[in-house]
T-cell receptor
Framework: DAGVIQSPRHEVTEMGQEVTLRCKPISGHNSLFWYRQTMMRGLELLIYFNNNVPIDDSGMPEDRFSAKMPNASFSTLKIQPSEPRDSAVYFC?????????????FGSGTRLTVV | GQQLNQSPQSMFIQEGEDVSMNCTSSSIFNTWLWYKQEPGEGPVLLIALYKAGELTSNGRLTAQFGITRKDSFLNISASIPSDVGIYFCAVRYQGGSEKLVFGKGTKLTVNP
């Protein structure tokens, strides 16, 4: 089990640039979640997918953020244009909707710095 | 939105001491979870609780789901340096949603 894989681990970009974060969930997990972690706000859910379909995107801060899940093994979170206030650690997590202890498996995160 | 009040915010203890932290909510939840996050990594699930009053252990960790379904605590016995990290409580939204809401975390420092 390779776990949830996120790339890149670190991203430094200039304000106004497009940023794309990538996630590969655990094989067989059919739910995928994007979280953002900051000191001020803690862990916030941005969006989650079930069977590749977006179920709840109420946490997406604004239209600059978009997420896709074209297939069961890949998801992206895009920020365009990026702003300094988007600097945070972005986590992807996946889970099995049924069976096993309920809880997510998180990736190691992408630390985004927008200058 | 839903808010969890987690306390204390931080703890500084000596190796070998026992640790207790808790999490409260103004709303009732049916699933409580405890996660640990180490520097540079994502949170890792420690214990999941599904029934009011449930007491569950995982090695030196013990967690309980409060009978009111509005709180939970996590105890760590005989702490060791590798217990260092941030501990988060989390609850599952009602109504079949898979959303989890996380507390702000308790940062634990263990002095050898």
């Amino acid at each position: 089990d390779a776990g949830v894989i996120q790339s890149p681990r670190h991203e430094v970009t200039e304000m106004g640039q497009e940023v794309t974060l990538r996630c590969k969930p655990i094989s067989g997990h059919n739910s995928l979640f994007w979280y953002r972690q900051t000191m001020m706000r803690g862990l916030e859910l941005l969006i989650y997918f079930n069977n590749n379909v977006p179920i709840d995107d109420s946490g997406m801060p604004e239209d600059r953020f978009s997420a896709k899940m074209p297939n069961a093994s890949f998801s992206t979170l895009k920020i365009q244009p990026s702003e300094p206030r988007d600097s945070a650690v972005y986590f992807c997590a996946s889970s099995r909707r049924t069976g096993g202890p309920y809880g997510y498996t998180f990736g190691s995160g992408t630390r985004l710095t927008v200058v | 939105g839903q808010q969890l009040n987690q306390s204390p915010q931080s703890m500084f203890i000596q190796e070998g001491e026992d640790v207790s932290m808790n999490c409260t909510s103004s709303s009732i939840f049916n699933t409580w979870l405890w996660y640990k996050q180490e520097p540079g990594e994502g949170p890792v699930l420690l214990i999941a609780l599904y029934k009011a009053g449930e007491l569950t252990s995982n090695g030196r960790l013990t967690a309980q789901f409060g009978i009111t379904r509005k709180d939970s605590f996590l105890n760590i016995s005989a702490s060791i340096p590798s217990d260092v990290g941030i501990y988060f409580c989390a609850v599952r939204y009602q109504g079949g949603s898979e959303k989890l809401v996380f507390g702000k975390g308790t940062k634990l420092t263990v002095n050898p």
